[in-house]
């Protein structure tokens, strides 16, 4: 019998609102997919495109970055910049042969923990479609 493929979800959540959101679903006893692994950064905005790369390469079938809705950051506009860096992003991976599913983007506050728990099913769910990632494992690459 083939084992079902159980991908691996790297996610970077804003403390303030995506992580808050994980974490009510976790006390509101909300049950989740538990194939992601949760980074928490003080500000979507502080993500730089290059743990994105690096989650890639270390083993990641998919990546999920998360914040306060637009207008809502802590820090005024950290999510707008995080948005207008990772829209590139993602058409950039899509240039390089990168699968789009491996790569999302949402707005989770932290009251919406049933949010969260949609955000997780539908990432790992898109992730599962993909397949395993293995085109930028470090062992994989010719320098
Ligand atoms: Fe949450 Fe900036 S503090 S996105």
């Given at each position: 019998?083939?084992?079902?493929?159980?991908?691996?979800?790297?996610?970077?959540?804003?403390?303030?609102?995506?992580?808050?959101?994980?974490d009510l679903a976790g006390t509101s006893r909300?049950?989740?997919?538990?194939?992601?692994?949760?980074?928490?950064?003080?500000?979507?905005?502080?993500?730089?495109?290059?743990?994105?790369?690096?989650?890639?390469?270390?083993?990641?079938?998919?990546?999920?970055?998360?914040?306060?809705?637009?207008?809502?950051?802590?820090?005024?506009?950290?999510?707008?910049?995080?948005?207008?860096?990772?829209?590139?992003?993602?058409?950039?991976?899509?240039?390089?042969?990168?699968?789009?599913?491996?790569?999302?983007?949402?707005?989770?506050?932290?009251?919406?923990g049933?949010?969260?728990?949609?955000?997780?099913?539908?990432?790992?769910?898109?992730?599962?479609?993909?397949?395993?990632?293995?085109?930028?494992?470090?062992?994989?690459?010719?320098?």
């Amino acid at each position: 019998m083939k084992e079902q493929f159980e991908p691996n979800v790297v996610a970077f959540l804003c403390n303030w609102c995506s992580y808050a959101g994980a974490d009510l679903a976790g006390t509101s006893r909300v049950q989740y997919q538990p194939n992601v692994n949760i980074i928490r950064v003080m500000c979507s905005g502080r993500v730089n495109p290059l743990f994105v790369i690096n989650a890639l390469q270390q083993g990641a079938d998919g990546v999920l970055i998360s914040g306060c809705h637009p207008g809502d950051c802590h820090y005024i506009e950290g999510n707008f910049y995080a948005r207008r860096r990772f829209g590139l992003m993602k058409e950039l991976l899509d240039y390089v042969g990168v699968d789009p599913r491996r790569f999302n983007m949402s707005w989770v506050s932290a009251s919406e923990g049933n949010k969260w728990k949609d955000v997780v099913e539908e990432v790992v769910e898109k992730a599962k479609e993909a397949g395993p990632f293995e085109q930028f494992r470090r062992n994989k690459i010719n320098w």
